[in-house]
């Protein structure tokens, strides 16, 4: 069985500041794809980056990278230079077929 | 290029009615998925879909839960009866194949009273 933990419920960051969001995995598949997603109020999910568990280099798409320690199975998100706009529910998913979700993390940009 | 899309946004029912949510996948995508996602909750796979054979089915509950993707495009998802904890959001998604990046659509929201 695969699971997914993230443990931050909530979390409050001043515009322009970096934010990074835990995620870590449990799975005994070798080959395992961990992707994060935001979900803003109006519902739709939208696919921000993707890590393939053989990729050699963390992965990084403008301002999102993912810290990614395949020894600790965690692929945290960080973003950098927040917007107010990035105030969202995120969420990190791994499988390859079929995904597996956190809980998520509600993240708020404060001005 | 035309995201998935899902009709209708929101649905009020009350308990033991039946409900039907359209999901049309982007153009040219094999794999389709439904998710329910519950407040508070990620969402949970409810069916997969290759063109207009079941993959995955394992964690519908098929007493009440129904889905078709008849000629492997469109498909509805049906709650007959609905139950209180049929409240969520039910999301489709669509890939242009298995193993491949998920596309989500907007969502419904179901309320069940």
Request: one cysteine or more; proline letters at 5%.
């Amino acid at each position: 069985a695969q699971k997914i933990t993230q443990t931050q419920p909530g979390m409050f960051v001043q515009e322009k500041e970096a934010v990074t969001l835990d995620c870590t995995y449990d799975t005994s598949d070798p080959s395992y794809g961990l992707f994060w997603y935001k979900q803003p109020s109006s519902g739709e999910m939208i696919f921000l980056i993707y890590q393939g568990s053989y990729d050699q280099q963390n992965a990084t798409e403008g301002r999102y990278s993912l810290n990614f320690q395949k020894a600790r199975k965690s692929a945290n998100l960080v973003i950098s230079a927040s917007q107010l706009g990035d105030s969202a529910m995120y969420f990190c998913a791994g499988g390859n077929e079929k995904l597996t979700f956190g809980t998520g993390t509600r993240l708020t940009i404060i001005p | 290029e035309a995201g998935v899309a899902q009709s209708p946004r929101y649905k009020i029912i009350e308990k033991r009615q039946s409900v039907a949510f359209w999901c049309n996948p982007i153009s040219g995508h094999a794999t389709l998925y439904w998710y329910q996602q519950i407040l508070g909750q990620g969402p949970k796979l409810l069916i997969q879909f290759q063109n207009n054979g079941v993959v995955d089915d394992s964690q519908l509950p098929k007493d009440r839960f129904s889905a078709e993707r008849l000629k492997g495009v469109d498909s509805t998802l049906k709650i007959q009866p609905a139950k209180l904890e049929d409240s969520a959001v039910y999301l489709c998604a669509s890939s242009p194949g298995t193993n491949t990046l998920q596309f989500f659509g907007p969502g419904t929201r179901l309320t069940v009273l």
